[in-house]
């Protein structure tokens, strides 16, 4: 059996292990490529470091704010390119000189009239002629919104570009008034062949838009806008220890720490970069691993518990990485806080704090300025989670999210003002980033739900629900061993005031309390508390038999625990709350009635295990008190003290709580407790007259 145990732990071991080889890769293989600059720095405070040297030859990147004013300035300043179509004025002039002379032979004119309007035929086609010349532009919706005064636009004549204010060109409307002006002075037997015909017809737009042009000539500025302002020689002095980092400085530095890290052409050894990159990500996982392993040991040993805490650690920098790759993304909308809210709900906060670090710590590679970004990312989870006190309060969540919120926009535009001095410098957009990190928040309880049920987890809403006496298993207790069920809460009471006092989860050991003797229900009257008529069924068994049907309640009880679907952490407070102390009362009555026989202790142990947690222990001790105290023939402060005494001194003596994280000190602090709650349950009564 020892042997399976061992084969057993060996197998477990090597899984966990795994787990963290695995994690370790594939944080390792994420991992920014390029080698990684090696100071920080922060605008409008002293360089910290050496003489800072240029090592090689590079170009100062301008700002990404002083590209887009460029860009924007380009943008607005664009030249709209037309085309002048001179076939279109000589088409419509051909066809107004055909449609004129129809019209005045259909009247029957002779020779004396046909001067007169040939004359005005030649007067209203100059007016077109000029109107031709001057150009009609036609109406495209790349002129909608447009000022005509205010744009410019350039026409190509004979392969030359000649800029144009959109005032000195006709639209379709404004020639046809300009023509019909011109004509008013004909003579009437012109006006009568005018009356015949449409001017429309022989006006339209010969100054036509040229996208492909246009294109072409912006995207010929957008080449020869550059990226870049300057170059430093290599061995040129860039900043000296101890002045002041100014926006120009800021710059010049920024743009040697991209050339380091983008170009590869500086003299990097990069298979000694990825080996230092391997090695560093290594030692972050093993003091993750010492951490867990010197303060929460039961983690260690838990496949679930650890796949889980190593998962978000990776999934976490995964985002990261995909952010910091992705232009339509920001780094500020993505929700680290988070990781330790989950933490702090499955676990406790000094594990959760930990493990948040070691996760902005890794994701602090993949962006500018990481010391910022940890602070900032540090302190509003630290608001996250002390803000979040209890899920089961109504709106927590919401509140939880306004003020994470409110906590990353006060140090971003802290932070901003530090380095720019100046309100106008500071980015909205960014705020706007994280007030989708605070909504992201809200996404907590979908997310928990999902958690507990795969790794089989426990949260505070779930504990509270648990806790709920109308659950069916509850009253299902409280129906066929309705004494066992008073205990049960007496028990509850005890053992959440002294976790209270001692530390640990209150919610957890009462909801432990209320289903610790559930097995009970299986044969309630073989159990002091729920005698009613004085009889006892034990009085026809003999002390094995005994013994076995109280020793029975506890495998029973972990039966319809499993059969119900309680959590494991419930379960184990079935298990544990007799440890492996044996049924006392049946075991000494045994063997005073057989001297002479020798008795194997083992047919009146409980199954066990020992308790392995704070709360099992305290559960353990509260149980034992309370039934004893039952059994009181005079309550006073002396007889109560001096039961829990001697009950928690043979438990302890026993060994029963060497497995559980609790301290001397713990123990005589929930002694302490115990007596002064039951000489308060059991205080001396004023007896009233009937």
């Known amino acids: 059996m020892n042997w399976t145990k061992g084969i057993a732990r060996f197998w477990n071991t090597i899984q966990i292990v795994l787990i963290y080889i695995i994690a370790i890769l594939l944080v390792y293989f994420m991992f920014p490529r390029e080698g990684k600059f090696r100071y920080e720095f922060t605008k409008n405070k002293p360089w910290m470091h050496e003489n800072l040297v240029a090592p090689f030859d590079f170009p100062i990147f301008k700002t990404d704010q002083q590209v887009q004013r460029e860009l924007d300035s380009l943008q607005n300043n664009e030249r709209l390119y037309f085309l002048h179509d001179s076939l279109v004025g000589k088409n419509m002039l051909t066809a107004f000189y055909r449609d004129y002379n129809s019209i005045a032979s259909s009247m029957g004119m002779g020779e004396n009239i046909s001067e007169r309007w040939s004359m005005t035929r030649q007067v209203i086609a100059g007016v077109l002629q000029e109107t031709y010349t001057m150009g009609i532009i036609e109406r495209h919706s790349v002129l909608e919104g447009k000022v005509p005064e205010q744009t410019p636009v350039m026409v190509l004549k004979d392969d030359l570009a000649e800029e144009y204010r959109l005032t000195a060109l006709f639209t379709l409307r404004s020639a046809y008034e300009y023509v019909s002006k011109e004509v008013e002075g004909a003579n009437a037997s012109a006006l009568t062949i005018l009356s015949r015909m449409n001017l429309n017809d022989y006006l339209g737009p010969n100054i036509m838009y040229d996208e492909a042009m246009t294109l072409k000539v912006h995207q010929a500025a957008l080449d020869e806008l550059t990226l870049t302002q300057g170059m430093v020689q290599s061995g040129q002095l860039i900043i000296a220890t101890g002045e002041l ?230 009253r299902a207790l409280a129906e066929k061993a309705p004494g066992t069920f008073q205990h049960s809460m007496q028990v509850a009471s005890l053992a959440e005031e002294a976790v209270l006092k001692v530390g640990g989860n209150s919610l957890l050991v009462r909801a432990g309390a209320l289903y610790h003797d559930i097995g009970k229900m299986e044969n309630p009257y073989y159990f002091i508390e729920n005698l009613q008529d004085g009889s006892n069924p034990h009085d026809e068994l003999d002390e094995r038999s005994s013994a076995q049907l109280i020793i029975g309640h506890v495998l029973k009880g972990v039966e319809i625990a499993k059969k119900h679907n309680l959590n494991e952490k419930i379960i184990d407070f079935i298990r544990t709350h007799h440890g492996t102390g044996t049924v006392q009362y049946f075991y000494r009555t045994y063997l005073n009635t057989n001297p002479d026989e020798e008795v194997d202790i083992n047919e009146f142990r409980y199954p066990g295990p020992k308790p392995s947690s704070k709360e099992n222990a305290i559960l353990m001790m509260a149980d034992s008190v309370e039934a004893a105290s039952r059994t009181l023939k005079a309550y006073t402060r002396e007889s109560i003290s001096e039961l829990v005494e001697n009950i928690v001194s043979f438990q302890t003596e026993e060994e029963q709580y060497t497995e559980a994280d609790i301290t001397f000190a713990d123990i005589s602090t929930i002694k302490e407790i115990f007596k002064n709650r039951l000489t308060n349950i059991y205080h001396s009564r004023i007896e009233y007259p009937v």
Do not use: H
């Open 245 to 474: 980092v100014t926006q120009s400085d800021f710059l010049i530095i920024e743009s040697l720490r991209n050339e380091y890290e983008a170009n590869p052409n500086v003299g990097k050894n990069y298979l000694v970069v990825y080996l230092g990159q391997l090695l560093l990500i290594t030692l972050i996982f093993m003091a993750l691993f010492w951490f867990i392993y010197y303060f929460r040991k039961d983690i260690l040993t838990n496949r679930r518990q650890t796949l889980f805490t190593l998962m978000l650690i990776v999934v976490m920098v995964g985002v990261t990485r995909a952010a910091s790759t992705q232009e339509a993304v920001s780094i500020y909308v993505i929700p680290f806080v988070l990781v330790p809210i989950f933490l702090k709900t499955f676990f406790d906060i000094r594990y959760a704090l930990f493990v948040y670090m070691i996760t902005l710590l890794l994701a602090g590679f993949w962006v500018p300025n990481s010391y910022q970004f940890v602070l900032m990312n540090f302190l509003a989870g630290l608001v996250g989670v002390f803000s979040l006190r209890s899920y089961y309060k109504r709106g927590i969540l919401f509140y939880t999210a306004i003020f994470v919120l409110a906590a990353y926009t006060v140090i971003y535009i802290i932070l901003t003002l530090l380095q720019e001095g100046d309100f106008s410098q500071i980015n909205w957009i960014n705020v706007l980033w994280l007030a989708g990190n605070g909504l992201l928040i809200l996404t907590v309880y979908p997310l928990v739900f999902l958690f507990e049920r795969i790794f089989g987890f426990l949260s505070d809403a779930t504990l509270f629900e648990m806790s709920d006496t109308n659950q069916p298993l509850l």
